[in-house]
């Protein structure tokens, strides 16, 4: 019979996967590696990731990561930018295909005219020729396959063509319009044609089991997971939630007691650890999933208290002053706001070294 895990066991492991309830000693492509990837839809947040998780992290660490084609910003997990390693590009690339194919579904009656055996063939030797950004990308395909939306034509492109998106100067590594490259002329290397997706469950269940089906779908979108997980069950340990669920996990992967220590954390927008399961009262109450979206899709950035999120934050630049509010969920303890006012005002210091202010408020709702 499969052992049951309380919700503060689930808590837990799930952090200690992500490297959130002790910083981690390693360097950045490890610790990309060791958390999944990290969501990148903006620039910046990857950096605050990585200082909640990385014992000493410096931008730096990241930028020549980057810079140096050891880890890649590419459209990877759900359709959305992720930072992964090279390595874990290459071979993950494949098997998120059928995930990224059937995203093309949300074009609806803009599709009409798209050929992909016709368009992507033409947009690999426009990207071929030298890096471009997608307006260029998309004007040029225009003049070629006028009869077709435009957008529908890059959307294509992103989904379909292993894509890179090339690091500059600025301050997080990329602008805001980014040039893209092919992966295989970025990376010096051909993506793996092996759409297996073993392997790259097994990465998940590293970094945010014990997991359910259905959890593994909502990290990446995979069809039948069901299928996938049944067939690594011999190689997997099996437990249940406490609503019954099963999970799985890999056998010797952390899984600290309910009584471990959970340290006060900021995690940044669109962190995963708020997004990598279906069933998310793991970290978040259900209660307080709606207040982390924005009308326009934005995920906030989350605070954690105890192991759990209860509230968001975010930072504000006025001149030489930075502020971050905390925006709790509920009233916060003494001791809570204490611990938290601490880390936030090491966290800005960090993120707004050349402020002469630092302030730490809290919002109530």
């Not at 995930?99 to 063939?121: I, M, Q």
């Not at 709790?328 to 070294?353: N, Y």
């Amino acid at each position: 019979m499969a052992d049951t895990l309380s919700l503060r066991a689930l808590n837990r492991a799930t952090l200690a996967r992500q490297l959130l309830l002790a910083r981690a000693d390693i360097g950045a492509v490890a610790a990309v590696e060791r958390v999944g990837g990290l969501q990148a839809q903006e620039p910046r947040p990857p950096f605050l990731g990585l200082w909640a998780r990385v014992e000493g992290f410096r931008p730096d660490d990241l930028l020549a990561a980057v810079r140096g084609h050891e880890v890649v910003r590419a459209t990877s997990m759900r359709g959305t930018l992720h930072l992964m390693s090279s390595a874990d590009y290459l071979a993950f690339r494949s098997p998120l295909q059928p995930v990224l194919d059937a995203g093309l579904r949300v074009l609806g009656a803009r599709a009409k005219g798209l050929d992909l055996d016709e368009v992507l063939p033409v947009a690999r030797e426009l990207l071929k020729e030298r890096p471009r950004t997608f307006d260029e990308v998309r004007a040029l395909l225009q003049e070629r396959f006028p009869d077709v939306n435009d957008r529908a034509l890059g959307f294509a492109v992103r989904m379909c063509l292993p894509l890179v998106m090339v690091p500059t100067d600025d301050r997080w590594g990329f602008p805001r319009t980014s040039e893209f490259a092919l992966a295989e002329t970025w990376l010096g290397a051909p993506v793996a044609d092996d759409r297996t997706p073993d392997a790259l469950v097994l990465r998940y269940l590293a970094a945010f089991g014990p997991a359910s089906a259905a959890d593994v779908q909502a990290w990446a979108g995979l069809p039948a997971p069901g299928e996938i997980l049944d067939r690594l069950r011999p190689r997997l340990r099996i437990f249940k939630s406490e609503g019954g669920r099963e999970l799985f996990d890999l056998p010797d992967a952390p899984r600290p007691g309910e009584d471990a220590l959970a340290p006060a954390r900021f995690v940044p927008e669109f962190d995963n650890l708020v997004l990598a399961h279906a069933d998310r009262t793991r970290v978040i109450a259900d209660e307080h999933r709606p207040g982390l979206t924005t009308k326009n899709l934005r995920v906030r950035a989350t605070f954690l208290w105890d192991g759990f999120a209860r509230g968001t934050w975010e930072i504000e630049r006025k001149r030489k002053t930075a502020t971050l509010r905390l925006r709790p969920f509920a009233k916060l303890p003494p001791r809570a706001v204490s611990d938290l006012t601490l880390k936030a005002t090491s966290l800005l210091g960090w993120a707004e070294p050349d402020a002469s202010d630092l302030v730490v408020e809290t919002v109530a709702r």
